[in-house]
């Protein structure tokens, strides 16, 4: 009898990729980010695999914290 598994492929968003590529180039573990953004390890590995979406208030202290600046190109929809 053969198995077959399914395979769930997801897309991590653009800003999660981002984020994490940010904190581990800087050589800083998700515990201590998360204590300085003041949410828990889990809730910060969420928002790096992309399964919770940050508010912008949350996305510039995290960006702050890993010495960075966020600037935001806001485009009228046609």
């Given at each position: 009898?053969?198995?077959?598994?399914?395979?769930?492929?997801?897309?991590?968003?653009?800003?999660?990729?981002?984020?994490?590529?940010?904190?581990?180039?800087?050589?800083?573990?998700q515990v201590t980010l998360a204590k300085k953004l003041g949410i828990s390890p889990m809730g910060l590995s969420h928002f790096e695999r992309g399964t919770r979406l940050p508010r912008l208030d949350q996305i510039e202290t995290w960006a702050r914290a890993l010495g960075h600046e966020v600037h935001l190109t806001i485009k009228k929809r046609q």
């Open positions: 009898m053969q198995t077959h598994h399914t395979v769930h492929l997801r897309r991590i968003p653009e800003y999660a990729l981002v984020l994490s590529a940010l904190r581990e180039k800087r050589g800083i573990k």
